[in-house]
């Protein structure tokens, strides 16, 4: 077996680097090296060839654990072994591990580099993990016309079939018959028919944990279509679904104490002569009539009908994940996923837990005042207005109104993409809240 080369975690206040190591300490000061967070130093050995690599973890509130990933999508392909200055081993090995992917579906790339995983890893938390957040982000990275409706269903029946996960669906007109009139209404232009499945796994008596994902495989807007810049990324508009399917393994694979279910409805939105109109009224599957302001609000559609019908049940935690709107993005970017609940213990778990866990959510104000933006004249509720504000905020309002039998929802409206590197997450479609969900699950809070 190849002998792992050390990968020596350095924080700028634990500079020169390598005690009672004078020589490599040269080497660090000749060329900059400081600790700075990202930065990648090799260390010759005596024959020339790399003994070793430094690492900057910065300093202060930059510094993270889990920023060893930036190492992994820096480094060429072999083991490494780490070392140095990382307060959660298993954090620390996590982060390299998620930096390490490569989506190659498509393309030759160079390997990857794997880790040697030391004391103090809980290695099957690490893969646990690690496999969830790959769940979602082959998913996401396939273009749409390799994973259209058809297609995730086929992924999503097979991710059932392997998790031991119990398959319900509702095809076509199906949904129709069993009541998923907004789903169906948003899908139907599609070549592919629209659907919603629905998955079930664990103890029938646990505590009930839905998770509802939001699976537009693509979004053209609809009549109301969008510009060129705005619809290049819309096959990441699925990316909720995809990261319900990884909170699904996470709790699978921990066998959790939970009975886990997991509602996915899948559409494109697409144009033809069947589409959708501005104007149109639909009475959604709890009875609410809804105006459609703006056919690309197609989201909050599929996921007002789910939502009311994962409800009936009233479990425990409601969860629903969506790349839901742009104004999200505007507040937050592209880190940083927006959560909605009105119950402070669960949100404030899934805070800390996201900020441990290199998972940042920010908890978002459901600020019913701003209620008046879902008015309509002639329906229970308009599906979007024009108003330029707080548009984040009215979406979470919207799906507000199909909830009202469960303990506790939570909202999360997340950006499924990212355009820069940042400590676990390299550019590309990525995951999100998995493992902020997954830790406060985990812990009790239900």
Same mark, same amino acid.
């Given at each position: 077996?190849?002998?792992?080369? /050390?990968? +020596?975690?350095?924080?700028?206040?634990?500079?020169?680097?390598?005690?009672?190591?004078?020589?490599?300490?040269? =080497?660090?000061?000749?060329?900059?090296?400081?600790?700075? @967070?990202?930065?990648?130093?090799?260390?010759?050995?005596?024959?020339?060839?790399? $003994?070793?690599?430094?690492?900057?973890?910065?300093?202060?509130?930059?510094?993270?654990?889990?920023?060893?990933?930036?190492?992994?999508?820096?480094?060429?392909?072999? *083991?490494?072994?780490?070392?140095?200055?990382?307060?959660?081993?298993?954090?620390?090995?996590?982060? +390299?591990?998620?930096?390490?992917?490569? +989506?190659?579906?498509?393309? @030759?790339?160079?390997?990857?580099?794997?880790?040697? &995983?030391?004391?103090?890893?809980?290695?099957?938390?690490?893969?646990?993990?690690?496999?969830?957040?790959?769940?979602?982000?082959?998913? *996401?990275? %396939?273009?749409?016309?390799?994973? !259209?409706?058809?297609?995730?269903?086929? $992924?999503?029946?097979? +991710?059932?079939?392997?998790?031991?996960?119990?398959?319900?669906?509702?095809?076509?007109?199906?949904?129709?018959?069993?009541?998923?009139? %907004?789903?169906?209404?948003?899908?139907?232009?599609?070549?592919?028919?629209?659907?919603?499945?629905?998955?079930? =796994?664990?103890?029938?008596?646990?505590? @009930?944990?839905?998770?509802?994902?939001?699976?537009?495989?693509?979004?053209?807007?609809?009549?109301?279509? @969008?510009?060129?810049?705005?619809?290049? &990324?819309?096959?990441?508009?699925?990316?909720?679904?995809?990261?319900?399917?990884?909170?699904?393994?996470?709790?699978?694979?921990?066998?959790?104490?939970?009975?886990?279910?997991?509602?996915? /409805?899948?559409?494109?939105?697409?144009?033809?002569?069947?589409?959708?109109?501005?104007?149109?009224?639909?009475?959604?599957?709890?009875?609410?009539?809804?105006?459609?302001?703006?056919?690309?609000?197609?989201?909050?559609?599929?996921?007002?009908?789910?939502?009311?019908?994962?409800?009936?049940?009233?479990?425990?935690?409601?969860?629903?994940?969506?790349?839901?709107?742009?104004?999200?993005?505007?507040?937050?970017?592209?880190?940083?996923?927006?959560?909605?609940?009105?119950?402070?213990?669960?949100?404030?778990?899934?805070?800390?837990?996201?900020?441990?866990?290199?998972?940042?959510?920010?908890?978002?104000?459901?600020?019913?005042?701003?209620?008046?933006?879902?008015?309509?004249?002639?329906?229970?509720?308009?599906?979007?207005?024009?108003?330029? &504000?707080? !548009?984040?905020?009215?979406?979470?309002?919207?799906?507000?109104?199909?909830?009202?039998?469960?303990?506790?929802?939570?909202?999360?409206?997340?950006?499924?993409?990212?355009?820069?590197?940042?400590?676990?997450?390299?550019?590309? !479609?990525?995951?999100?809240?998995?493992?902020?969900?997954?830790?406060?699950?985990?812990?009790?809070?239900?």
């Amino acid at each position: 077996m190849e002998k792992p080369v /050390p990968l +020596f975690c350095i924080s700028e206040s634990s500079c020169p680097p390598l005690k009672g190591n004078a020589k490599a300490n040269r =080497w660090a000061v000749s060329n900059g090296f400081r600790g700075q @967070k990202g930065r990648l130093l090799p260390v010759p050995g005596s024959d020339g060839a790399i $003994a070793a690599w430094l690492f900057g973890v910065g300093k202060g509130s930059e510094a993270c654990d889990m920023a060893t990933g930036l190492a992994a999508m820096a480094l060429p392909e072999g *083991i490494y072994a780490l070392e140095g200055s990382f307060g959660n081993p298993t954090a620390a090995a996590l982060g +390299f591990t998620l930096g390490a992917y490569r +989506f190659s579906s498509y393309r @030759k790339s160079a390997g990857s580099p794997q880790l040697a &995983f030391g004391s103090g890893v809980d290695r099957s938390e690490v893969e646990r993990l690690m496999t969830s957040a790959f769940i979602a982000r082959d998913l *996401i990275n %396939l273009p749409a016309n390799e994973l !259209g409706p058809d297609k995730l269903d086929t $992924a999503i029946r097979k +991710f059932a079939q392997s998790h031991r996960m119990k398959v319900t669906s509702f095809v076509g007109d199906e949904l129709l018959a069993h009541g998923f009139p %907004l789903v169906h209404t948003v899908g139907r232009a599609s070549a592919q028919a629209p659907r919603l499945l629905d998955l079930t =796994w664990g103890n029938a008596n646990a505590p @009930k944990v839905t998770v509802v994902g939001k699976g537009v495989t693509f979004d053209t807007g609809g009549l109301n279509v @969008k510009s060129f810049d705005h619809m290049a &990324f819309m096959k990441c508009d699925m990316a909720g679904a995809a990261n319900a399917l990884g909170v699904a393994h996470a709790v699978v694979s921990a066998n959790l104490p939970v009975r886990l279910r997991v509602v996915i /409805p899948v559409v494109e939105n697409a144009l033809s002569g069947s589409a959708f109109r501005p104007g149109d009224i639909i009475r959604a599957r709890n009875g609410i009539t809804v105006e459609v302001g703006f056919t690309d609000a197609e989201g909050r559609l599929i996921l007002a009908d789910a939502l009311a019908y994962a409800d009936e049940e009233a479990p425990a935690t409601l969860i629903d994940l969506a790349t839901l709107t742009g104004a999200a993005g505007v507040a937050l970017g592209s880190d940083i996923a927006a959560l909605y609940c009105q119950d402070d213990e669960f949100a404030a778990s899934i805070c800390e837990q996201g900020m441990l866990w290199d998972d940042p959510v920010w908890r978002m104000p459901l600020w019913s005042d701003y209620e008046f933006m879902l008015s309509s004249e002639l329906a229970d509720y308009n599906n979007f207005r024009s108003e330029t &504000f707080a !548009g984040s905020i009215t979406a979470a309002l919207f799906l507000r109104k199909f909830v009202a039998k469960c303990g506790v929802w939570a909202h999360f409206d997340i950006p499924g993409w990212t355009e820069r590197q940042t400590n676990s997450r390299p550019v590309g !479609g990525t995951d999100h809240v998995i493992r902020a969900i997954y830790m406060a699950l985990r812990l009790g809070n239900l």
